[in-house]
Structures are given as C-alpha cells and as structure tokens.
C-alpha cells in the first residue's frame, strides 16, 4: 500500500506541475469546451465513456463506474492538439483586411487513481481538464482600419489575446447498492484562469481591455451506472460547474465603458467567469458470442449560462448570450485478441453561440472522426492510442465597433492524438 500512495502522490505532483505551466489549451468542441479527458476516450469520440470503464479515467465522466473495477487502478496520459483557426474575407471600415490562420499546437495531461475499499465501496482522485481556449492574434492584426481622429477604433479592438484555462482536481466515492445499480459522486476544485487584451488604436499605443486573472470555484458531481447483464450497461451522469470569480490586473479603459476617459474603472474588481454544467447518458453493450461492442452517449452542455462576462463590480465586459450546446457519439469497439483491443467513433457537437458572433472564440457545429487502439501487456500493463480529426464549419461573423460591422468568416479545425498508460493493481 505504500508504495502505492508514494506512486500515486509522484505522479499528481507531476501532473499539477505541467498543468499549470501549459499555454491555454484551445477549444475543441462547441463554445470552449475541451473533450479531452483521456487517450482512451479519444480514439472512439467519447462514446459510452460514462459507462466503459477500461481504465481509471472513467471517473472524469461518472464517478459511479469506479465500482465496475475489481481492484485499485491507475491511469496517467497526454493529448496533443494541433488547432488552426482561421477568420477570412476580413472588412472593417471601408478596409480589407488580411486573412489569418491563428495556430496551435498544446499538450493536455490528465491523471488518475481509484482505490477499492471493499467489493462495494471506491474511492478515486483525478486531474484532468474540461473547459479552455486559445485565440491569439498577430500584433499588427488590423492596425491603422479604424480612423483616430473620429475616436473609431482600430479592429484590433475584436482581435488580441483571448485565452482561458481551468484544471478540475476532483476527489470521488462510488458504492455499489446491488448486482447492478451503483452510485457515484464528488467534490471537483476548478482552477480557472484567463488572459483579455485588446488594445483599440495600435498605432496610439491605446489599450481597452488588459486583463489577467485567475480564481478557484467549488463544483460536484454525481452519477449512477445501471448493469443490465455482462454485456449490457447504462450510465448517467451530471456535473455542476461553478461561476469562477477570478483576481488578479484587471484593467477596462472608461472610454469604452463609459467612464472617465483613459482610467481604469475597474480597479480593484474581480472577473466573473460562468462555466456550464453538463449532463451525460451513456450506453455500451458488448453483442453475445462475438468480440464487437457498439456504444453511444448524448451530452448536454448549459451553455446558456454563459450570458456575459463581467466584473464583480457589475460592469459588462462583453456579452456572449450563448445557448444551450449538445453532443452525440457513437463508436465501436472490437477485441481483436488477449492484447489487441481496436475503436472507432463519431460525434456530432452543436453551436453554443447562437445570434451573437466572434472572432476571438469562433464557434460552429463540429464534426469527430476518431479511431484508436490498446495493446494490454499484461493484466496488468496496459497502453492506449487515440486520434480524432475534428471539422469545424465555416461562420458568416459580424461584429459591431460602435455602429461600424466588422465582417468575417470563422472556421475551427483540429487534430488530436493522445497516449494513456494504465496499471491495474
């Protein structure tokens, strides 16, 4: 058991420590939702991931699954997302405006550890990620489009720097009431944090929103797995996200918001940032005499809580006026031996942005081809591989700097790839 607890206690001390001194990672589905949980899950698009169970990273989508495990598990892994964002037929003003390709290419790590009390009781702790994104754009993006002399920004006031980042720490327990109803739950720790920039006349050296910020909020989760049979299970799980209220420089320019020009009227205050809770059905059923499964799952994501963001003291920063997103996967997965076990899969995830566009966190409904493979060494040794090429749409964008539009076209696109190892105690 001791070695065990120093195993465990090493590797969350490593992950913390690359967790926190990643860049912010880029949004892979609708709004900045990251599904990106574990190399298991990606290479089969996240289908029937609340119910699976192949390793401990189940219990970052239903806590209640840890009792499908018949002794303590560890699993620690990375996904590597390579995004190119891309904002077109650019006018402002009277101007065109160069198109640009905003890339990026982030390491995402996760980690886990359930630990069997008995045959009914689990507990388990994981580090993993559910929400951030990346947008950051070229610093002469728009300089010398707007007109100084007739106080009109440039368009470098939409464009900047946009990033936000949370690390979920969640802490589970899981029990098992019979043969097939089992119930779940926990405590997730969000750390969120985020950078705002936008600087309105580039060529004045003129900055309208300077913002970097960071805070902690308290969410939880609960969840149920149902067992029909061996080969036949459900799972239902619903997580409760926090509004983070987050300190740090926070700097809006009263010119543009309607204070006195040039000094920083929110001095002093908080950012609020609203985080959507979700809520996952999940379904896997292995077909009789044969080494084929076929699993699903239907999410969705309370996007429309993300209604504007703003500052303690009750000033709107920007308005969003997001609605509620969903996702539906479906995968398969074959046994192909003792060693080989080979997935597939597809989602569909849909727009959180409904009539409010942006150029700064483009958003469209998204497509996942996802595919992927595990080779067990042994019962114990385990590695998994997965990959996903994510499609995003093309976005007519318009974006108003006082009564002037800014016009564009938004497209999202990504590939993935990730690596889990998982040791089975």
Known sequence: MMNKTRLFKKSLLAVTIASTTLASQQALAAGFQLNSQSATGLGRAFSGDAVIADNASVMARNAAAMTLFDSDQFSGGINMIDTDIEIKDISYSGSSINDVTNSSNTPVPNIYYIHKLNDQFAIGAGIYSNFGTKNNFPGDFGVGTGNAGASLPDASILGGTTEIETINYTINAAYRIDEQWSIGGGIDIIQGSGKLRRDAFNN?????????????????????????????????????????????????????????????????????????????????????????????????????????????????????????????????????????????????????????????????????????????????????????????????????????PLTATTRADAMLYGLQYSYSF
């Open 204 to 404: 004045l050296n003129v900055n309208a929103v300077n913002i970097d910020a960071d805070g902690i909020g308290i969410g939880f989760n609960l969840g149920t797995v149902f067992e029909l049979d061996e080969n036949n299970r459900f799972g239902l799980a619903y997580h409760y996200s926090p509004e983070v209220e987050a300190s740090g420089d926070v700097y809006l320019n009263g010119s543009f918001y309607g204070g006195t020009a040039n000094t920083n009227i929110a001095e002093g205050q908080d950012v609020l940032l609203p985080l959507p809770s979700m809520l996952e059905f999940s379904g896997y059923h292995r077909i009789k005499d044969t080494k084929f499964a076929v699993h699903y799952s239907l999410q969705w994501i309370g996007w429309d809580t993300f209604d504007s963001l703003k500052t303690s003291g009750g000033t709107t920063i920007k308005d969003y006026n997001w609605q509620d997103g969903y996702h539906i996967s479906l995968g398969g997965t074959y046994y192909l031996d003792n060693n080989w076990t080979l997935r597939a899969g597809y989602m569909h995830d849909t727009a959180a942005q409904d009539k409010l566009t942006s150029i700064s966190v483009p958003d469209s409904d998204r497509n996942w081809f996802s595919f992927g493979a595990g080779y067990a060494f042994d019962k114990h040794h385990s590695i998994d591989f997965g990959f996903t090429y994510l499609m995003g749409e093309d976005v007519k964008v318009t974006e108003n700097v006082s009564t002037v």
